[in-house]
């Protein structure tokens, strides 16, 4: 039987089951035990949603959502070319992204007036756009501060272009960009309706470069109540040690751009965003042995708890492992912390997702990371932490493909306000640019 029979003979049933209870009951037996029959489900059918599709971060606020909230299953990373020419053009650009990112993460119904216009939505999540957790992201690469001398005097302290690290292999359509915009939501299918809304909604101002979609394996909540951090493609639970974004004033110190960063007024409350597409050689890894693999992470590998552990949460104690004998030297997580009180200022939050994208010539899997963390210094941050692993065993298995620098907005603080708005009033006001 197909789907529309199967469909056409659930509702004869349901009329005779409403026949039914008018003649009194007079049809029985077997009819009336189908009629009951759970409904069947066919192949095709969509998979039913759970109430995540009314989950709706705040748009508003003075930091940008998608930082330090808790990171949705799914991410997407896009970068664009922009296609601007004047301070009003960059403003029109900041005010209709503002503008379509309140409506796509807090949702609605699109109308459509006239038929022969093209449909005000692509459509495909159906007639009601379900929030679905979205946060769209936006942050500024350094070479559209460079191509306009506009914009030049304005540029972040430290934005810069992405320079190769000496394990890169970059590939330069996966790599820079004018804009970025992360997205992340419970589902893909909602990244990828917001990412089709900007194309279509602003194809006159931004063209779209790369992109990378990754997601992160949903798991049961455990019986004690225990929340583990999501594994990586190297089977490895990953985030352990990110530091706690719900504490405020350690993401004043590490990740918003305050007074003591000394970067321009405008700038205050953004962030800086590194993006690395890190491919791994998922078949090389598979076949290394368990303790080589713990030992490269300095953890093990099911609980996520330190060489010193028992537990994910517990921090290592390097003091009493001068020598490295317990977690070796350039094991990964003693490279990127050695939990000294000279470092503290390196530390970064990352909000990573793993990726899978096909198959590549030489018939291995495209799998990796696409790491992205965020700090209010990038010299600190990212780029302190990519010289310390610089050489470590891990590269073995790990190649960076692309990525690239952003500086994040400050957030859109209410209605009347758009993202940006600092930018384009620094613009106006600087002394170049006054009439
Ligand atoms: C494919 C590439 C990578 C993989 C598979 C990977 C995996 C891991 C894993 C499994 C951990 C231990 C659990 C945790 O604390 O999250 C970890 C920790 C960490 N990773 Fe990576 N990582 C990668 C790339 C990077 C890069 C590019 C950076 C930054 C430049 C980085 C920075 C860190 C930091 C800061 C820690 C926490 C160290 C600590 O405080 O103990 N990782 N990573």
């Not at 190769?164 to 996966?174: E, S, T």
């Not at 470069?209 to 583990?228: A, L, Y």
């Not at 504490?247 to 990740?255: A, P, R």
């Not at 291995?364 to 065993?393: H, M, N, S, T, W």
Request: glycine residues 8%.
């Amino acid at each position: 039987m197909t789907k529309q029979e199967n469909k056409l003979t659930a509702s004869r049933r349901n009329v005779l089951k409403g026949l039914g209870l008018a003649l009194g009951g007079t049809i029985t037996g077997g009819y009336a035990q189908a009629a009951s029959a759970p409904v069947e489900h066919h192949v095709t059918d969509a998979p039913v949603g759970s109430d995540g599709f009314h989950q709706r971060q705040p748009f508003y606020g003075i930091h940008q959502s998608g930082i330090a909230n808790a990171r949705p299953a799914h991410g997407l990373l896009a970068s664009f070319d922009v296609l601007v020419k004047t301070p009003d053009d960059l403003e029109r650009l900041f005010r209709t992204l503002t503008q379509r990112i309140a409506f796509l993460t807090q949702g609605g119904t699109p109308q459509d007036f006239d038929p022969k216009l093209p449909p005000a939505d692509s459509g495909i999540l159906g007639p009601d756009i379900r929030p679905d957790n979205l946060t769209m992201t936006v942050g500024l690469g350094d070479s559209l501060f460079e191509h306009h001398p506009w914009l030049k005097p304005h540029k972040p302290k430290l934005l810069q272009r992405m320079t190769k690290f000496p394990n890169d292999a970059l590939v330069a359509d996966l790599c820079h960009g004018d804009l970025s915009l992360q997205f992340c939501a419970n589902t893909p299918d909602t990244n990828i309706h917001a990412l089709r809304d900007i194309l279509k909604t602003m194809s006159d101002l931004v063209f779209l470069r790369w992109k990378q979609e990754g997601n992160v394996p949903v798991i049961p909540p455990s019986p004690s109540g225990e929340i583990e951090s999501a594994r990586n493609f190297l089977g490895f639970r990953d985030g352990s040690a990110n530091p706690d974004a719900g504490d405020k004033s350690l993401m004043n110190q590490l990740v918003w751009v305050g007074e003591a960063h000394q970067e321009p007024d405008w700038a205050a409350n953004g962030s800086y965003q590194a993006v690395r597409l890190i491919r791994n050689f998922v078949e090389r890894w598979d076949r290394t042995p368990l303790q080589e693999q713990e030992l490269i992470f300095g953890r093990k590998k099911m609980s996520g708890a330190p060489m010193d552990g028992t537990n994910e949460s517990q921090v290592p104690d390097y003091t009493k492992d001068p020598e490295g004998k317990v977690t070796p030297m350039d094991a990964h997580i003693r490279l990127a912390n050695d939990r000294t009180h000279a470092t503290q200022k390196n530390l970064i939050l990352r909000r990573p997702f793993n990726y899978s994208n096909g198959v590549t010539k030489s018939g291995q899997l495209d799998q990796g990371l696409l790491f992205i963390c965020y700090q209010a210094d990038l010299e600190q941050g990212f780029i302190a932490v990519q010289r310390k692993l610089d050489g470590e065993p891990l590269e073995e298995y790990i190649k960076p493909v692309g990525g690239g620098y952003f500086f994040i907005l400050p957030g859109a603080v209410d209605e009347k306000d758009y993202l940006g708005r600092t930018l384009v009033e620094a613009i106006r006001n600087h002394p170049d640019n006054k009439v």
